[in-house]
């Protein structure tokens, strides 16, 4: 789950006014878990997400925003999907906070080649979010099956923008998370950008190895 557009009050107000800050891990075993509940029934999508399993806070705990629009695919994004420049996308930004807080988890924003997903026309419309079952389950509606998941995370100071919408202390870095899907045809079918803040971000990866 996921606040719309910046957060404007002013950066380094008291902790009491903005409510508790969240810690999250983010292990690699989510996205094996994400799969898993890609065809479940829907009833039993909606009772959790992936920001639950990330922090232990129920859904109730949490406030979801997401605003869509359609852009055309800059060098970087048409070189991230294999697409020519100019390609149009789907961009939809999610901000998650916990009820009582000003402070959005993570700044996510994610892309979807909108040929790709236009045949369920639900696909397009940021109405129908927080989506039960997450991107994986929407891909599923269209016949897309998510092979692998690629991560890259690099970490660098905050922009101003960045430190005020995640109320960030001086000196704490952002980590940024470039996530892309491939389908089993290899093609790449989401490009993600996630920028989290480092003082209350866990990475944990998990390598199971199997066994002779």
Known sequence: MNEEGPVEEGHGRDTAVRGPRTPAVRDNLRHQWEKDRARAPRDERAETGATERDTGLDTDDLVFHARYREITASEDLAAAFGVPEGTLLLERVYRTGRAGAQVPLSLVTSYLVRD???????????????????????????????????????????????????????????????KTYRDVHDRVVNVSDVTMPADRTELLFVTRLERW
């Open 116 to 178: 790709m997903v236009a045949s369920n026309p639900d696909l397009l419309d940021e109405a129908k979010e927080p989506w039960p079952g997450g991107t994986q389950n929407q891909l599923y509606t269209v016949g897309i099956e998510v092979d692998r998941v690629e991560e890259r995370v690099t970490a660098r100071p905050p922009t101003p923008g960045e430190a005020r919408e995640l109320d960030l202390p001086a000196g704490v870095s952002v980590l940024l998370l470039r």
